[in-house]
Every structure is written in C-alpha cells, then in structure tokens.
C-alpha cells in the first residue's frame, strides 16, 4: 500500500454521505464503550471494520474483497491514481470481523438510531402523539452448523425445518419516516413477545405506539403502558374485555387483567375498546370481520374511536420497513453471508444502521424539498448512498457536497402520490402459512373509499 507520508487506508476511509450519520468520533466511541480497541496498530483496525460491515451491508450482493474496493475505490480515483490500496483478503476481513465481534455495531445502532421526525413532518403525529409501529420479523442466515445449531430453523409442514437457519428481530419504527429506533434479535426458537419486552422500554410518553394482536397480553401491554407511551394494540377475538361503562362515540371502558391475577386483582390495568368493521366492495377481506382495538387513551375526546380506527391502518408501515430492509436492502433471497452466529448478529445490527442512515438521508431530502417522506423511493436513496462510498470524500467532495448530490438525485425521482390499495394476503411460493396465490388474485379490487369513511364503529351490546 502507497499513501501519503505517515498515513494509512484506515485515516482516510470514510462512508460516503452516511458518514454524516456515523462520524468517525461516534464510531471511535462505541469501540471504546464495549473495549474492542486494538492493542497494536493493525492493517484492519476496529474503526475501519466497523464502517467495512456497514458497507458489507449496503453492497449485499458483493464479495467481502469487492466490498472493501467499494471503500477504496473513491479514494484511488480522487488522487487520480497516484494512491494504490493493497486490498486485505477474504481470511483478514474475516478474522478481524471475528475480532469486532457485534457488540459495537448494537452499541452503534442504539446510540445513534433515534426519531428523526417533527411535528411538520407529513403523517408523522397524530395531534401530540409521534406515531410508532411495533413488529417482529425473520432474517434467513447461512446454512453453516453453527449457525443452525445456535440460531434454529422455522418448522414447517413437512417436518425438516425451514431451508435455512434465521434470526428473529423485534423492531419498533418510526411511521412516517421509516426509521428503526429500537429494535431486539435472538435466535429463531426466542419468541416475539419475549424480545418485545426489551424493546418497548425504548417507547416514551410522546409516543402513540401501534402493535397487532400477537403482541396483546397483558404482561407486554402493561410494561408498554408503564413507559408513559399511548398504545393502540389490536385485541385477539376471544380476549375477555368486559364492558364496565359506554362512551358516546361507541367506544367502551374496559379492563385488562393478567390470567394468573383473575382471584387476587392486583395486576389490573384499565384500558378502552373500540369495535369497528369495514365496508367496501374493494377490501374484499374485511367482510364478515370485526376489529377490537384496545388503548390506554382512556378520554374519547382526546382520541374518537373513528380516528383511532382509521389511524390503525398506519401499523402496516413497519411491514413496509422490513420490505426496504429485506427485499430492496438486502436483496431478494439474499441470505446474510456470515457463516458464525457471531458474524451473523453483528450483520444484522449493519443492515439495521444502513437502513436508518438512509431513512435520515431521505429525511433530509424530504425536508429541503418539502415532500412527504412516502413520495421518496428507498431504493433511490439506496443507489444514492452506494455511489457515493465509490466516489469518495476529499477535499474537493466534501461531506456537505455529497450529501447535496445525493439530495438531488433523491429528489429527481419523486413517486407518485400513494393511491388507495389492498392486496391479498396471499404468497407465490408453497410452504407458508398463507395461501397460494391463484388467478383469482392477479385482478384483486381496490379500495373504493378512503379508510376513514368505509369505518364502522359497533356500538357494544
């Protein structure tokens, strides 16, 4: 390797515009707080393996040598080829990945992953409340024994186990940027629920936090409530909430207690239900269904019932969160490379601090522009990011110029204003919990009404 006198590749490397999201002092910090620093100068310090494994997560489909051309490949262009980077092999990257270990990509992640949203921010609040989403999801991992004994696989009809090992992850998301700023992972045999619980000690009393039914019970529910956050959790059809008294806009006071404390009552949490259906010929799926929805918004003048029901429907953006992050970020059937459960969660906590760095660059974008964030494509943003860790940062692209390149090439490829839409939960691919998709719904109607005007809220009896 030839640089400039006394410097090295790791003085030099840098992030392209999600540099702005993690500098090199934050990075050097989290290093210190979790005692990775190395005790002797290295080809591959632990600064530079860290932005490696977030640039091994932007560029998913390239192979570990391919990746670190990406990083040095902007530096070698801006000295016009005087610089030449001895790249370090597949074994270096992966010994001092081994050396790194997770514990300061979750470190980085958590420090720097916060809400990125204001109040000006299009379908971010409702009235004071930061709107969030709640949801688990899985990561496929290499088929390697390690990983497969200490991660574990997906049961499946047959018997054999799923085709490759996973990692659970339990995220909460900010609705209206798509940020992820809290989030958990185990092995796949950890449940949902469990992880959740370390991941709602991050909610706070400004939040209005959506969750679906698979979360409603009242341990989880209770800790949630305890942070001071406002929550609107879908309840299961056969959850026991007597009706203790009527509000006018069809809601009705209620009460959750813990299935052990049905004798002694001292767990007993005090909530309010709202029951609602859906009427339109264009969500076929709704028919014949009725929603309970439950709250800790006790005052229906703080929050109708037809407004909450409307606004749960804003759950379905963390779906969309782990769209961006496992089919557009990480590639569609792209399984994570790292062949240890070690490299495994530290690849995960990567794909996690890309996609919010990028969120934070959309958001940016959004605000210079005054869009709202859902007319900003991801994958714009995406291509945005990997092309300016290939260019690289010097003295002529600075930081603050990349980012405004990158805001402009955002910017030209706005979307178009989101339309009404339902699709079929159905899947392509047999051995899933859903049904196959057949012919039936290749023509599947939409919507003919917006949300709030096909809601029904059903008065209790």
Same mark, same amino acid.
């Given at each position: &390797?030839?640089?400039?006198?006394?410097?090295?590749?790791?003085?030099?490397?840098?992030?392209?515009?999600?540099?702005?999201?993690?500098?090199?002092?934050?990075?050097?910090?989290?290093?210190?707080?979790?005692?990775?620093?190395?005790?002797?100068?290295?080809? *591959?310090?632990?600064?530079?393996?860290?932005?490696?494994?977030? #640039?091994?997560?932007?560029?998913? +489909?390239?192979?570990?040598?391919?990746? &670190?051309?990406?990083?040095?490949?902007?530096?070698?262009?801006?000295?016009?080829?005087?610089?030449?980077?001895?790249?370090?092999?597949?074994?270096?990257?992966?010994?001092?990945?081994?050396?790194?270990?997770?514990?300061? =990509?979750?470190? *980085?992640?958590?420090?720097?992953?916060?809400?990125?949203?204001?109040?000006?921010?299009?379908?971010? !609040?409702?009235?004071?409340?930061?709107?969030?989403?709640?949801?688990?999801?899985?990561?496929?991992?290499?088929?390697?024994?390690?990983? #497969?004994?200490?991660?574990?696989?997906?049961?499946?009809?047959?018997?054999?186990?799923?085709?490759?090992?996973?990692?659970?992850?339990?995220?909460?998301?900010?609705?209206?940027?798509?940020?992820?700023?809290?989030?958990?992972?185990?092995?796949?045999?950890?449940?949902?629920?469990?992880?959740?619980?370390?991941?709602?000690?991050?909610?706070?009393?400004?939040?209005?936090?959506?969750?679906?039914?698979?979360?409603?019970?009242?341990? =989880?529910?209770?800790?949630?409530?305890?942070?001071?956050?406002?929550?609107?959790? %879908?309840?299961?059809?056969?959850?026991? =909430?007597?009706?203790?008294?009527?509000?006018?806009?069809? +809601?009705?006071?209620?009460?959750?207690?813990? +299935?052990?404390?049905?004798?002694? %009552?001292?767990?007993?949490? #005090?909530?309010?239900?709202?029951?609602?259906?859906?009427?339109?010929?264009?969500?076929?799926?709704?028919?014949?269904?009725?929603?309970?929805?439950?709250?800790?918004? *006790?005052?229906?003048?703080?929050?109708?019932?037809?407004?909450?029901?409307?606004?749960?429907?804003?759950?379905?953006?963390?779906? +969309?969160?782990?769209?961006?992050?496992?089919?557009?970020?990480?590639?569609?059937?792209?399984?994570?490379?790292?062949?240890?459960?070690?490299?495994?969660?530290?690849?995960?906590?990567?794909?996690?601090?890309?996609?919010?760095?990028?969120?934070? *660059?959309?958001?940016?974008?959004?605000?210079?522009?005054?869009?709202?964030?859902?007319?900003?494509?991801?994958? #714009?943003?995406?291509?945005?990011?990997?092309?300016?860790?290939?260019?690289?940062?010097?003295?002529?692209?600075?930081?603050?110029?990349?980012?405004?390149?990158?805001?402009a090439e955002i910017l030209a490829a706005l979307l178009p204003v989101r339309r009404l839409r339902s699709?079929?939960?159905?899947?392509? %691919?047999? &051995?899933?919990? !859903?049904?196959?998709?057949?012919?039936?719904?290749?023509?599947?109607?939409?919507?003919?009404?917006?949300?709030?005007?096909?809601?029904?809220?059903?008065?209790?009896?």
């Amino acid at each position: &390797m030839r640089a400039g006198e006394g410097e090295r590749l790791s003085d030099r490397v840098a992030l392209g515009v999600l540099t702005a999201t993690f500098p090199r002092d934050a990075v050097d910090a989290v290093i210190e707080a979790t005692g990775r620093r190395e005790q002797r100068n290295r080809l *591959l310090p632990a600064h530079l393996v860290v932005y490696y494994v977030l #640039a091994m997560t932007l560029f998913s +489909s390239s192979g570990y040598e391919e990746v &670190m051309r990406s990083l040095t490949e902007g530096l070698s262009w801006a000295a016009d080829g005087a610089e030449h980077y001895a790249v370090p092999s597949q074994v270096a990257i992966t010994k001092a990945r081994a050396r790194l270990g997770p514990e300061p =990509l979750a470190e *980085l992640f958590a420090r720097t992953c916060v809400p990125l949203a204001s109040k000006e921010t299009p379908g971010a !609040f409702y009235r004071n409340w930061r709107l969030v989403a709640l949801d688990g999801t899985t990561i496929d991992v290499a088929d390697t024994t390690a990983n #497969a004994e200490q991660l574990g696989r997906a049961g499946t009809g047959r018997g054999e186990g799923s085709a490759f090992p996973q990692l659970r992850v339990v995220a909460l998301g900010e609705c209206g940027t798509h940020a992820v700023i809290a989030a958990a992972m185990d092995s796949y045999a950890t449940g949902e629920v469990s992880l959740a619980r370390s991941v709602v000690s991050s909610l706070e009393d400004d939040m209005l936090c959506l969750a679906d039914r698979g979360f409603t019970s009242h341990p =989880l529910f209770s800790q949630a409530a305890g942070t001071g956050a406002a929550l609107l959790w %879908r309840a299961k059809q056969n959850a026991v =909430l007597p009706v203790l008294g009527r509000h006018g806009d069809g +809601s009705f006071a209620s009460e959750l207690v813990a +299935s052990d404390d049905r004798g002694a %009552r001292e767990r007993v949490l #005090a909530v309010r239900v709202i029951e609602y259906s859906i009427a339109d010929p264009g969500r076929p799926q709704a028919e014949e269904t009725t929603y309970r929805l439950v709250t800790t918004i *006790l005052d229906p003048h703080a929050a109708p019932a037809e407004e909450l029901a409307a606004l749960y429907a804003e759950r379905w953006e963390i779906e +969309s969160i782990f769209d961006e992050l496992k089919t557009h970020q990480r590639g569609p059937r792209v399984i994570l490379r790292s062949r240890t459960p070690s490299g495994a969660y530290q690849e995960a906590w990567g794909y996690l601090c890309v996609h919010y760095a990028i969120r934070a *660059l959309l958001h940016t974008a959004a605000g210079r522009g005054h869009h709202d964030p859902d007319r900003l494509s991801f994958t #714009a943003g995406l291509q945005a990011a990997r092309r300016s860790v290939r260019r690289g940062l010097d003295a002529t692209m600075t930081l603050a110029r990349a980012i405004e390149r990158a805001t402009a090439e955002i910017l030209a490829a706005l979307l178009p204003v989101r339309r009404l839409r339902s699709e079929p939960r159905v899947v392509r %691919r047999k &051995m899933s919990n !859903f049904g196959v998709k057949r012919a039936i719904h290749r023509q599947w109607p939409s919507p003919t009404l917006p949300l709030s005007a096909a809601i029904a809220v059903l008065a209790p009896p």
